[in-house]
T-cell receptor, first 118, second 112 residues
Framework: GAVVSQHPSWVICKSGTSVKIECRSL??????MFWYRQFPKQSLMLMAT?????????EQGVEKDKFLINHASLTLSTLTVTSAHPEDSSFYIC??????????????FGSGTRLTVV | DQQVKQNSPSLSVQEGRISILNCDYT??????FLWYKKYPAEGPTFLIS?????DKNEDGRFTVFLNKSAKHLSLHIVPSQPGDSAVYFC???????????FGKGTKLTVNP
């Protein structure tokens, strides 16, 4: 259980275009989803926390107008990189939190999206 | 300000031996800790977690120890296998379902 599906797994786009990444919880309802970014050989950097039906909470230094997050349902959150530039090239990962009687609560991650802006 | 620190960027052990990965944290409000394993270009895979009310949690070959007074936790893998070779991230959260704060990771290499 607690499977998170993230699409696409990789995408190449031209500078100035927008790219949408989807994150779905397949077998549970995710009230809260998180979006991370990972640069090569570095840790996962939290970009924003997305709550169903409300505006996302962005971490300091993350441009909310550039990285649009929508969490319209309990099973889907999307990250749109608007007007992408080469410096936006990175590995983006989503995560959803869940709770159970066995492990209290946990976090499941998607498989990530490799974005390359050319 | 790094709230979760993994001071060893890499660790190399022999197959069959114990791997010990360490993690320190500074925020005393953290009450839930997790270890994840990650391969390049993939999302992290959950390994094991521990609540602050416990000092040890075991799951098969993986055991996590928590020392709250020292704000330190460690992941023990016994016996280590070549398939365990990956980057291991320590993460912490404050309260249920709150955001995770990650360490920088430790790259574990298990040699056959």
């Amino acid at each position: 259980g607690a499977v998170v599906s993230q699409h696409p797994s990789w995408v190449i786009c031209k500078s100035g275009t927008s790219v949408k990444i989807e994150c779905r919880s397949l077998d549970f309802q995710a009230t809260t989803m998180f979006w991370y970014r990972q640069f090569p050989k570095q840790s996962l950097m939290l970009m924003a926390t997305s709550n169903e039906g409300s505006k996302a909470t962005y971490e300091q230094g993350v441009e909310k107008d550039k990285f649009l997050i929508n969490h319209a349902s309990l099973t889907l959150s999307t990250l749109t990189v608007t007007s992408a530039h080469p410096e936006d090239s990175s590995f983006y990962i989503c995560s959803a939190s869940w709770s159970s009687a066995e492990v209290n609560y946990g976090y499941t991650f998607g498989s990530g999206t490799r974005l390359t802006v050319v | 300000d790094q709230q979760v620190k993994q001071n060893s960027p890499s660790l190399s052990v022999q197959e069959g031996r114990i791997s010990i990965l360490n993690c320190d944290y500074t925020n005393s409000m953290f009450d839930y800790f997790l270890w994840y394993k990650k391969y390049p270009a993939e999302g992290p895979t959950f390994l094991i977690s521990i609540s602050s009310i416990k000092d040890k949690n075991e799951d098969g070959r993986f055991t996590v120890f928590l020392n709250k007074s020292a704000k330190h936790l460690s992941l023990h893998i016994v016996p280590s296998q070549p398939g365990d070779s990956a980057v291991y991230f320590c993460a912490a959260s404050q309260g249920g379902s709150e955001k995770l704060v990650f360490g920088k990771g430790t790259k574990l290499t298990v040699n056959p």
